[in-house]
């Protein structure tokens, strides 16, 4: 397992890989305590593998149901959230700092930044420019130990969204899961007295807890909340990125006062 973990980086495993695990708790949960595993026999070669093979595809699958889901939420609640944070209806950053900002990165992409007048005739071309910004950012702020907040808010974002895409797949096994388990408590009337019946029981009460979890945790608006939270982390980058200008400024300026001018008559 510890080698499959490996396969992931820190995205992908805490944003990707994490929501697989738990989207199939239960089979895992029932294939760990249902199969003995004081022996290695092929029986376990095959669950090992069953159980890795799993993981990567409902990884993968994950990460294309986030897209389906965060293409729909962009259309829904009108466009990416660092679009809409940008824009100067929105009061979730402070107009001076967003202003600050938008001269910085219209400096940075070459682009005149949108007036307000400019904007209320045209919030789509205003939006464009933004969209602009986006992409520059999150391009700028991939160092993750650099940019610590931005990735930890990605991270969460991506984690939400992902796990409420595998929402309905991980009911769906989690449904399959505890038909299995109650057909071999019906099939064996004193399954509870014995320890392969009290493994059942446990599958059950994990089952439950899982079901629980999913319908709470995997909701629309937690993806929602994660996605501004992650958009406003990645405006206010602005602020690390013009600190870094502002430096580059002052020491270029500073060496331009310490070149020695030639004499008149050198």
């Known amino acids: 397992m510890m080698d499959v973990l490996k396969i992931f980086d820190a995205y992908s495993l805490r944003a990707r890989l ?13 294939l760990s305590l249902l199969i003995s595993w004081k022996s290695f026999h092929l029986s376990n070669t095959i669950a090992t593998l069953g159980i890795v093979v799993l993981l990567v595809a409902i ?10 889901i965060e293409r729909k939420m962009y259309a829904e609640f009108g466009g990416m959230p660092s679009i809409i944070l940008f824009r100067r209806v929105d009061p979730t950053i402070d107009d001076g700092s967003k202003e600050r900002y938008r001269f910085f990165l219209g400096d940075k992409l070459g682009i005149k930044a949108p007036t307000s007048e400019e904007e209320n005739d045209n919030q789509g071309q205003a939006d464009k420019f933004y969209d602009q910004c986006g992409v520059w950012l999150r391009e700028q702020t ?3 130990k650099k940019f610590p907040l931005v990735f930890g808010e990605n ?40 320890h392969f019946g009290r493994r059942v029981t446990v599958v059950l009460v994990v089952a439950v807890f899982h079901a629980g979890y999913m319908l709470l945790a995997a909701r629309k608006a937690l993806v929602w909340d994660a996605a501004n939270a992650y958009g406003r982390q990645l405006i206010l980058s602005c602020e690390a990125l013009l600190g870094g200008a502002t430096t580059a400024k002052k020491a270029v300026a500073g ?12």
Do not use: H, S
């Open 155 to 194: 991270v969460a974002y991506g984690f939400r969204r992902n796990l409420y895409g595998l929402k309905w797949l991980g009911l769906g096994l989690n449904a399959i899961v505890v038909v299995a388990c109650l057909v071999l408590l019906w099939l064996d009337t004193w399954a509870l007295a014995t």
């Open 59 to 68: 990884a993968d699958y994950a990460r294309a149901r986030g897209r389906v």
């Open 18 to 30: 994490f929501p697989a695990i738990i989207a199939c708790a239960p089979a895992l949960a029932a």
């Open 255 to 266: 060496r331009k006062k310490t070149v020695k001018k030639p004499a008149a008559n050198e």
């Open 142 to 144: 991939r160092d993750t």
